[in-house]
């Protein structure tokens, strides 16, 4: 039987229609890679202003002159939306889920390939919608990427706050509308596109992870599309959902008086989801390079899958943790404070069961695992700063300080952008034909581990100390002083961990080019993309559906001829 | 590449893993005993239409859900009124069209109604059309009573009704930025006719799809799974009214 009958559109012969508005998910998969890969580098380029800002505070930067303190909070919140909605929501979940979850499921592409096609470019536009905020009149929008209101809601108050700041909205609000098709798309595809025998404690964890987060997703983003919706009305249409009677800058703002509270309550039940958007999907990248590198089961492959849906769930409760300091009753509090420090309990179980699954592992570090390996730890001290944070009591003390950017770099941001390291290096091979440079590899890890350690883990001393963040320039300020050789060292760290990026760009350019040529299953892995050639064909199987034998870790079997069986692996193999 | 150790038999014993099997594949799993799941047969699709429309609600919920705790929450805060120094409740009773609205509650039901007969017909179509194409076979002559475009026509007859009732508000002195309560009004009703108008383009096509050459299963799959969101979108209209008559 032909490929074209299994599949639901035949392979495309154009240019445009193969490689620009495809519905192959696999080529959606690198569009969404992509946009992401330029998008973590415009992210990092504006951390670098900040941080050169932070310690020469007068310097003057070619093509942008001296950074106002409007200019700073322009890069802070560009800078965490760009990474973010542009980065960490869309460089694991669209870029490798898109690729990976139909392949890792038997599946010939995505439920709805036309949906697929439009979630990317709504994406797309929403990211050119955020660059052009800078270019407007007032520049990039100050609000931080939490827009707080009423900052965000009074285009009066502040430079960026007028054009800047619709444009910014209107970005999250289409990036919202693309976040929730991508989300209807791997939900039914998880549900309903599985082949014969892959029941749905058979798939990856990563599949599990992109199911899971796809459900977070689409309960999350339908809040923040419709804060933002009340958001741009009180803007643009005089109506005061968010903002307060009375004045702002010394202004009557001519409002009726609504609450600034509302705004957060509404964000933070979207933002915090969120933050398990980013990670959980790093999570499942691990579990698969962990065990597959250790040649090992992974260790309690269910409560894995419990732990990430508990995870989820509770995800949903603890929004208020983020607004202990904007004025809450202490009785909700307390149940946000338990609510949170409740999530430690399946965090803390898969940290141990990927301990476990290393544990009398016959362990290969290759690029994979070093990265894996580095998820874990990074989840793990970034974690372990959370039930600090979660206490009101300690709130109150560390909040708006740097221990707050601390924490969350180290858990959501790198060690998701850890999870996008692995994953890259996983899949490399199954994506492009051949092989990343090793070599290379390593040293864009020790370059990315240790730097990612120096820059973040003074950050907490700095907290302590009580250096505030947000701030565009603290140097004259006596008590923060003896403070200065720290913030230089971690500026110092940031350049050489941003260089030792460009190792990793090097690496993936030219092993596209120019790498070895990859064979259809180099790291001796189980699961069905593994299976078929490399890359894979356009309808994924190259004209029939593989049917699932197994489960997805199947390392280690006893009396199997090779130390791992396939998951389309019919043989039967003793087991125990 | 990485140098990878030599492929060694195991003699670890392997600790704990899912749901590992030797097991021949199980029906009923993943897509047991369907047939392929790239290329879905008619009922295939129509399925998997059903699940992304259900999935597809769930945002749309969410909307409203997040609507109304900012509605429930915005109507009982106080707020300083900073000229008197006191705190004030400033929510306005909105003067609703309730007569209007309740014209539009009949129309948008009626419609309800209509698409469902229009869905049951596509659905017969659909049957049927296999016995059409044998010759001898005759079906009489098709007596078609046009559900769809009568839906769509208590669609847009709806969305009018709607849009003449926001004519009354603004008479009546509510405008979207008059006061909390109005800006609600305006929110929740724009909101839904918003997605309306979303269902009435989703029939348009369905309709026009003769036009375009598209086969009588995509017409009636389009046609059911615009019929399940019509559906809900009265049912969340109803509510919208509840809330906006019952909790001013």
């Known amino acids: 039987m032909v490929a074209q009958e299994f599949h639901g559109h035949a392979a495309p012969q154009g240019f445009i229609r193969k ?25 990092m380029f504006l951390s670098l202003l900040m941080r050169i800002h932070l310690i020469w505070p007068s310097a003057s930067l070619p093509l942008i002159g001296e950074i106002k303190p409007e200019t700073y909070l322009s890069l802070l919140t560009m800078h965490g939306t760009i990474m973010v909605f542009f980065v960490l929501t869309t460089a694991p979940q669209s870029g ?15 439920a709805f390939p036309v949906l697929n096609m439009l979630s990317f470019w709504t994406t797309f536009v929403a990211y050119l919608v955020m660059l052009s905020a800078f270019f407007v009149v007032g520049g990039a929008p100050l609000h931080g990427w939490t827009g707080y209101a009423p900052l965000s809601a009074l285009p009066s108050s502040g430079p960026g706050e007028g054009l800047g700041a619709d444009l910014w909205i209107i970005s999250i609000a289409l990036f919202c509308i693309a976040s929730l098709m991508g989300a209807l798309n791997f939900i039914t595809t998880t549900l309903d596109m599985r082949a014969k025998g892959m029941t749905l404690m058979r798939m990856p964890l990563t599949c599990w992870s992109w199911f899971i987060t796809a459900i977070l997703g689409l309960l999350a983003f339908g809040v923040l599309l419709s804060a933002g919706i009340l958001l741009l009305m009180d803007r643009n249409f005089g109506t005061s959902f968010f903002v307060p009677l009375g004045t702002v800058n010394g202004q009557l703002t001519g409002h009726k008086g609504g609450s600034p509270l509302l705004w957060q309550h509404l964000f933070w039940f979207f933002g915090h989801p969120e933050v398990y958007i980013a990670i959980l999907p790093g999570m499942g990248v691990a579990s698969q390079v962990l065990s597959t590198f250790s040649r090992k089961p992974i260790f309690g492959y269910k409560a894995m899958v419990y732990a990430m849906l508990a995870i989820g769930l509770l995800g949903f409760m603890v929004w208020g943790h983020h607004m202990f300091m904007s004025g809450m009753s202490p009785y909700s509090a307390f149940a946000f404070s338990v609510m949170t420090m409740a999530i430690g309990v399946p ?30 730890s990074l989840f793990v001290s970034g ?23 601390a924490h969350f770099h180290l858990i959501m941001g790198v060690a998701a952008i850890f999870g996008i390291f692995a994953a890259t290096y996983y899949w490399f091979p199954k994506m492009f ?43 004259e300020v006596s008590y923060l002083k003896p403070l200065m050789p720290l913030q230089k060292f971690i500026t110092y760290a940031a350049f050489v961990t941003i260089a030792g990026q460009l190792i990793f760009l090097w690496n993936l350019f030219s092993s596209m080019r120019s790498g070895k040529k990859a064979t259809d299953n180099p790291w001796e892995a189980t699961t069905l993309e593994w299976t078929t050639t490399t890359p894979p064909p356009h309808d994924n199987f190259g004209g029939h559906t593989p049917v699932v034998h197994h489960g997805p870790y199947e390392y280690g079997v006893p009396g199997a001829p090779r130390d791992y069986v396939m998951q389309n692996d019919p043989a039967t193999v003793a087991t125990h | 590449m990485a140098t990878l150790s030599p492929t060694i038999p195991a003699q670890v014993p392997a600790t704990s893993r899912g749901d590992r099997g030797n097991r021949p594949p199980i029906a009923g799993g993943g897509d047991g005993g369907r047939p392929d799941p790239g290329l879905p047969d008619y009922s295939g699709r129509l399925r998997r239409a059903r699940l992304g429309l259900g999935i597809a609600l769930t945002p749309i919920l969410m909307l409203f859900v997040s609507f109304t705790s900012a509605y429930v929450v915005r109507q009982g805060l106080p707020t300083l009124d900073p000229t008197t120094n006191q705190v004030v409740h400033d ?31 596509f659905a017969r179509k659909v049957a049927l059309e296999p016995l059409q194409s044998i010759p001898g076979v005759s079906l009489g002559a098709d007596k078609d009573f046009p559900w769809l475009g009568v839906t769509i026509v208590l669609g847009i007859g709806f969305l009018t009704g709607q849009w003449l009732a926001w004519r009354e508000l603004r008479a009546s002195g509510f405008f979207v930025a008059t006061g909390p309560s109005s800006s609600f009004v305006y929110l929740l009703t724009g909101t839904h006719a918003v997605h309306l108008l979303g269902g009435v383009l989703a029939l348009l096509v ?37 809330l906006l008559e019952l909790a001013h």
């Not at chain 1, 940290?351 to 390996?373: K, V």
């Not at chain 1, 560390?398 to 707050?404: C, M, N, R």
Request: hydrophobic fraction near 50%; include cysteine.
């Open chain 1, 19 to 43: 490689y620009v508005f495809s519905l192959d998910h696999k080529v959606i998969g690198m569009q969404y890679y992509f946009l992401a890969l330029t998008a973590v580098f415009v992210g």
């Open chain 1, 96 to 110: 490798f889920g898109n690729y990976f979850l139909p392949i890792q499921i038997g599946a010939p592409d995505m």
């Open chain 1, 347 to 376: 965090s803390a179980i898969k940290t141990f069961n990927w301990l476990g699954t290393l544990w009398g592992g016959r362990i290969r570090l290759s690029s994979p695992m070093l990265f894996a390996i580095g998820f874990v």
């Open chain 1, 383 to 405: 974690g372990i700063s959370g039930p600090f944070l979660a206490q009101p009591v300690l709130d109150i003390q560390l909040h708006d300080t740097y221990f707050v950017p």
């Open chain 1, 433 to 475: 034909g051949r092989m990343m440079n090793e070599t290379l590899a390593c040293w864009h890890f020790w370059f990315s581990f240790i730097g990612t350690y120096a820059i973040f883990m003074p950050m907490h001393y700095l907290g302590m100390a009580g250096h505030p963040r947000r701030y565009s320039q603290l140097t």
């Open chain 2, 91 to 121: 929510w306005l009773p909105v003067q609703l069209p309730t007569a209007l609205f309740l014209i539009n509650t009949v129309v948008l039901l009626a419609s309800s109604v209509t698409v469902e007969f229009a869905r049951r017909q």
């Open chain 2, 206 to 242: 369905a309709g026009s799809t003769v036009v375009l050459h598209r086969s009588l299963v995509s017409r009636r799959i389009v046609v059911d799974v615009t019929a399940w969101y019509w559906h809900f979108m009265a049912l969340l209209w109803i509510y919208i009214l509840a």
